[in-house]
């Protein structure tokens, strides 16, 4: 039924596009950017809908779509419980540029909507997974079959001489803060000062919300859709209801200035409605909820990034959560160009978790990473890239007991027995190597990687290709062999062995079918088998 | 408890390791003849823009002028190479943006060309006194790539005697500078009216020449000095670095008239989902230079890209559209490129390692514990299909007070992602609530009563977790 539904947007679609398409004039003339077809040099300029947009063109629109079809197993680690996966994910996108018809001026307003459905379902799983019926098999927030609407906006660019800018829906933000999506309004401005302001507020983008997915919310927080629980408010009291999330930022940023970006960023979002706080609803303790407009982050980031071209770059930037009082996070990259095919460079980052404002987490002990890599990457030919890496990680402990005795360590009083480590430092190390050599619109690539600590080692290396004969004949290969060893838990180490073999067709540019299949072999899998089918579909005028 | 599978007797396995090598033989032979094919890039299957004029089709030997032989004796060197002896051209000379150790401009862009004539540039400006325009007529008009932009061979004629008319019966000049090879390199006597092919292929590039033409941008200042060398090649077509003399990115209200929107210059239509551009061509895959932003798609960028994405997102969206994000960044469709052979398996290692890594595309308290929970690897998941088996070492060691060396409480505090993938607030709250809610073990740092002030008043939720509102513990954060 869902597939049927999903078809008939596609139809449905399909028809939009065909009326979008109408809407330019009959007859008018390709005059925007170089591509103007000379019709004494070139061959015949595509007259109609095709799969390759071939100028630019005012009311540019197109309709697009992947689907992934997936059939794989999972089984737990004492391989009791097994599901079997068969997951269908279609994406369904249409865009309309150019809503202005002034593609000829540069300095013109611009126009645009673009929007994305996703329907992403596991047909493996079972209907009593999210039945309220079966406590004994319920999965809270487990949906078999969930659409949400990934992006959704009107993005209007260079108004008043280029100064505002704004965006209206569903849309991402991506910056020092991470990646994160809202339902509300932006507005740009860009000042001929080499700066740019920029504010938004609206509605955070949670689980639970209709054509929504848990994604870009903070996490720490078990949250989704309780609808139904009512009738045993005691069904998985830790399980917390969704609502509405309130959200405001702003953004100051460098603009035009090709050699050096700065971004400073804040963000606040706000929880809402009611919450259970009681964990433990047995007839001892009653249900309780708090209910109220409460923090759910605020935190502030920056990035900056600068390069010169004969000399190298620099990157660096920080998120600190003003709640929790932390920062975050913080990385500086280093690049220097050695030489014109070489690359050297020195990458830092620092992290340490914080959560949603809702979340007990925030309030654990929880000790910083810091991670230093050293690194190299290598051109010798146009064709072949080498990089690699060396890292090291130090993982933080406590060493001793804990000086404020405000808070006992231990209510039984054994805090002075308790065993502290010498160092407070629990390094790891690693390293990664990867090559590329690149045939025209093929490749042949090699990925290899390397994790050492106490508590577990991983080990292995990919070597992969992709090549287009004929320009519509896809091959893809990917062959590797990797070793894990879980120290904590012996009986997990495995060495694997597997290959992947995948053939595809373009049907014509930027659409295509594909089919793949992966073979992995492994002492704790046995064999293991993945199919999936592609198809990409994407029309544009 | 070991599933059966794990049980795989000895003569098994080497008979399994002995189909894996031939496996492993099969896979590499399928690989290397598909990769064996041809390594040059194949030319562009559009008609090269300056082959067509040029390249008649081949005609007997007899078609050719017979009364004057048709090569000259003279040594022709000039003109075979930019310089004389080819050496290096120098910097100043090349079109701006060029570097000191210039490898030439973006293959991708400008595919290789097959320069078949024999041409002076130096001399035809120096010495001729001609301009660019007097034979590139087109250059100032042109307003696509696709023109032919090269001189018509009958503009040659004028000077060198020859007659160009009728490609397919070209006639000689009387002197040596009109004679067939004087000009067409490797034309040989007895080759008639034959001569080998000349190919510039259409660059991958929209470009207009009437609109840089009209603002007064003469070919030096996208060209270089050509009028300095002989033999014009391809190192002399643009460099982007030189284009953002005027095409500023970003596009903003703060630039000049110069629109700097990737798609200004290069050509839309992704072949890649997501993809804002078309990037891959038969002559090669077009990158970011490491100069434009310190973006160098190097092999391992999928692991720096982040540091490119958190300063300026919207340089990323020239090129990529959201979806080309979210195809990884939102977990539905596992990326080989990141979760290698049977990550399934191979996970758990990996995450305990840098499961900051992993939040960069799965939310924990949803992705994971979803999962986890439908597997029965966790503690508050569904009865029905809870792991029978321990997950953890042995109580005793794991969680019993007091801490000894491999005590939870280290594990946490070392990385406190991993247990929020599994574990829900309830599961902690057993020992780690407050006295009447838990076992009141206390998770907090040292120094937390000192700022806990503000958050119980911003947030007092989690705070009630774990003790009842009433507490007197709670005082302390009033």
Known sequence: MRLRCLFSSLVAGSALSASLFS????????TAGGLAPNTAATPAAPSKVTGAPAADRPLDAEITSDTAAQFYEMRSPTGETVISRRRLTTTLGVAVYDLFDKVDDPRAPTLTFRARLRYDADYGGNAEETSIHRPDRLVPGFSRGPVDLMYGYLEGRRFFNGLLGFRLGRQYVTDALGWWSFDGGQVKITTPYFLAFEVYGGLEQRGGLPFSTSRYERDGIWRGDRSGYERDPTLYPSFQPSDIAPAIGAAIESSGITWLHGRVTYRRVYNTGASNVSQFTNGVRSNTTYEGTRISQERIGYAVD???PTLGGIKAGFAYDLYVKALGNVYASVDWYATQKLTLSVDYDYYRPTFDGDSIWNFFMAMPMNDLGLRASWDPSSRVSVSGALRARAFTVQTEPEKDLSFQTSPNGLYEANYYPSSSIDPMGGANLAG?????????????AADLHRSGDRVGLDVYGERTLETRYVLQARTGVWHWNDKLRADREATNFGY?????YKLFQRSMVLVDFQHDMNRIAGQRFRTMLWLTIALSK | MIPAKNEIDTTEERRGLGALFVLIVVILGAIGTAFAQDVEPPADPAPPAASASIAPPPQPPSAGPAHTPPVTQLPLTSGMAPLPGDARVPLKWLPPGAFEQDTGPSAAVFPPQKLTLRFNHKFHVETQKLECKSCHQGALTSQSVHDVLLPKPTLCDGCHGTDHENLNAVEAGDDDSGKCNFCHVGYQPGDGNRVAKF????????????????RNI?????????????LATRDQMPRMRGCFGCHQHPDSAARGDAKSSCETCHIKGGATEGGRLKTTFPSGVMNPPRWLHNAQHAPDFIQRHKYVAANDSQFCANCHKEEYCVGCHDGRVRPR?????DYLNMHATEARLATQRCTSCHREQSFCLSCHQRLGVSMSGPTGVREAGRFHPPKQEWSDAPRRPGHHAFEAMRNLNACVSCHIERDCVVCHGGQGIGGGFNPHSGGFAGGCATQLRRNPRPCYVCHDPGASVLQRCQ
Do not use: M, W
Request: proline fraction near 6%; include cysteine; charged fraction near 15%.
């Open chain 1, 23 to 30: 809407a330019r004039p009959a007859g008018a003339q390709d």
């Open chain 1, 306 to 308: 600068g390069s010169l």
């Open chain 1, 436 to 448: 590329r050599y690149r045939i025209g619109e093929g490749f042949i690539g090699a990925r290899g």
């Open chain 1, 500 to 504: 992947v073999l995948a053939a595809g």
């Open chain 2, 199 to 214: 190919q510039i292929p259409t660059p991958n590039l929209v470009f207009n020449h009437q609109k840089h033409a009209a």
């Open chain 2, 218 to 230: 003469n070919c030096q200042q996208c060209h270089g000095d050509v009028q300095e060398l002989e």
């Open chain 2, 337 to 341: 490129s990141i979760h290698p052979a």
